[in-house]
């Protein structure tokens, strides 16, 4: 009998998505996909907590991993092999800029940029903010995305404005940030008397696109979802990040390539942290010369290092899952 | 090669109804139908005005190249399609809004084009004979395609031209 197999083929892909999800660095806990789940996932929906960082350019897998021979007799011969080391890295180009997508690729501590009271001495990073506004406590309107802060507060801010969404920094130490950890504080000697440094290092960010009886709207849900008692919120003017700070971010990572045929390939890592500095890669726009004066695209680079998890499948210690949904009716 | 046809046919039957979802009102009447605006040149009676852009407001797709990769498990092909298209603008405004209705047609053509997933469920389709029925039924492979590139737009008299271009790839069978 005939088959009504169609020959696979090697997958045809035109780009790389990105998909980040946060790894709870306090419990060394990464966000793991569980790969049954190639087929259902929806690249314009992804399931929770995975967020959607857009397309990447350049997209490049390395593996470091070492094999080496075990060699027995004389003359020696090989007689087996065994992996000295294990080492993936992963580098590519972000085509969106935005917060999240800055602060993996810097590596380090992404600020947000407060707005500063008047007359606050300068400062790098930004100087003394305007004082945070407080939620309204107990109120049910409060939601992932809606901030009651009360009719009063609410004044202070426009349509467009980008909040940062976070407690105050009251001599905290360890991992802190909300939904996503922004920064590691190592001892509460080594901190200023800033109130509004985890509003400053935080990924829990939003842009208001509408303000009604006291409520700010938010555009995208909040990473660290219904703030918690005590958060305040400050407006953003911008974002900075330092060559030079001492934090590793850190991320559970997945890439989706989806194939011309229907075929799927996913690389997940667990645990990805930036081992390179903040950088950029100018590209020239489509038709233009890459020369000195010309328009240019400004994409942000990212080099990471795969850091282990174990398998509780079988306790292997593994650093990558690749998986390949092959298309309907290919052979396999 | 029955994949060639299934191709062309996959491709102009996906654009024409993108473009249709995009503009129900681009339409053309040839031999006393109204259909979307996408013809294939190919298809029409050889004396007919289709020769590329002769009816203004219309997508004109005529295949240009095919190559042949016979290297992998399934050959895969790579058809050249040009678009071409032109308009003469309204009568009402005289043609003096002809690079807006060129610039609406770019619109609609890269949307229809671009639009994800630049692919699409390849279809067999059986002609009959006069007046009857054609059958149309998927066969398990995609038809894909890549970017478009647009050339320059080019005047001829009063009427603003303009030619696209794109590769058009299946896998034989």
Request: proline share 4%; with cysteine; net charge neutral.
């Amino acid at each position: 009998m005939a088959s009504n197999l169609i020959a696979s083929v090697a997958p045809v892909t035109r780009r790389v998505r990105a998909y980040f999800a946060p790894v709870d660095r306090a419990a060394g806990q990464a966000t793991i996909f569980d790969a049954s789940g190639i087929s259902g996932f929806n690249p314009d929906a992804p399931p929770s907590p995975w967020v959607d960082l857009g397309w990447c350019a350049h997209f490049a897998r390395k593996s470091g991993t070492k094999v080496a021979a075990l060699n027995a007799g004389a003359p020696g011969i090989a007689v087996g092999q065994v992996r000295s080391e294990v080492e993936a890295q992963v580098s590519l180009e972000f085509e969106s800029w935005g917060k999240l997508q800055l602060a993996l690729s810097a590596g380090v501590q992404q600020m947000n940029v407060l707005r500063v009271q008047a007359g606050a001495a300068a400062n790098g990073s930004g100087g003394v903010a305007m004082a945070a506004v407080p939620l309204t406590p107990g109120s049910t309107i409060t939601s992932a995305t809606a901030l009651d802060v009360g009719t009063t507060a609410a004044a202070g801010f426009v349509v467009g404005d980008v909040v940062a969404v976070d407690v105050d920094y009251i001599g905290q130490t360890g991992y802190v940030g909300s939904g996503v950890s922004g920064g590691y504080v190592k001892s509460v000697a080594t901190m200023g008397s800033d109130v509004d440094y985890i509003r400053r290092i935080t990924l829990n960010v939003g842009r208001v696109t509408a303000i009604a009886g006291g409520v700010l709207m938010l555009g995208s849900a909040l990473l660290a979802g219904i703030p918690a008692t005590g958060m305040k919120v400050s407006r953003v003017v911008g974002f900075c990040d330092r060559e030079g700070g001492s934090y590793f971010q850190e991320w559970s990572a997945l890439f989706v390539l989806d194939g011309a045929q229907g075929d799927r390939v996913t690389f997940h890592y667990p645990r990805l942290q930036a081992m390179s500095g903040a950088a950029e890669s100018r590209e020239a726009l489509v038709g233009k010369p890459t020369a000195p004066g010309e328009l240019a695209r400004l994409r942000l680079a990212g080099s990471f290092r795969a850091l282990p998890v174990r398998d509780a499948m079988d306790g292997e210690m593994v650093v990558c899952f690749r998986s390949y949904l092959p298309g309907m009716m290919r052979t396999v | 090669m029955l994949s060639v046809q299934l191709a062309k046919d996959t491709f102009y039957a996906t654009l024409r109804d993108r473009v249709a979802a995009g503009n129900a009102a681009r339409t053309v009447v040839l031999r006393g139908v109204v259909r979307p605006g996408v013809v294939v040149t190919e298809n029409e009676f050889p004396g007919a005005a289709v020769d590329g852009i002769s009816p203004s407001d219309v997508f004109c797709l005529r295949w240009t190249s095919l190559v042949a990769d016979t290297q992998g498990a399934m050959p895969l092909l790579t058809l050249g399609c040009e678009i071409r298209y032109a308009t003469d603008g309204t009568s009402g405004t005289s043609g003096l809004d002809r690079g807006r209705m060129l610039a609406a047609m770019d619109a609609e053509l890269i949307a229809a084009v671009s639009m994800v997933p630049q692919r699409a469920g390849s279809l067999l389709v059986t002609e009959a004979a006069a007046g009857g029925t054609s059958t149309i039924v998927t066969t398990g492979t995609n038809v894909f395609w890549g970017d478009i590139s647009l050339k320059p737009a080019t005047m001829k008299n009063e009427r603003m031209e303009r030619t696209a271009e794109i590769e058009v790839f299946c896998y034989g069978q």
